[in-house]
């Protein structure tokens, strides 16, 4: 399981575009996101260093919680 905080995570649109990027690494993760807290919790196979760079590209400020 994988957590990060996504501190410009604000909403709804939001989550989908972090969750598109999570399943553009891994199409089979698990993705759960608490956007009050801005946390992301992460089921998957690949590599914390794959996931947080796409969560990046896609325009996210990503640290590991």
Known sequence: M????IENMTCGH???TVTKAVC???????????I????LEIATAA????ISAAIAAA???VTPA
């Open 47 to 50: 590599a914390s260093d794959r």
């Open 59 to 61: 325009g996210y400020r």
């Open 14 to 16: 939001c989550v989908a």
């Open 24 to 34: 553009g690494v891994d199409a089979h993760a698990k993705v759960r996101a608490d």
């Open 2 to 5: 994988l957590r990060y905080t």
């Open 36 to 39: 009050a807290g801005r946390r």
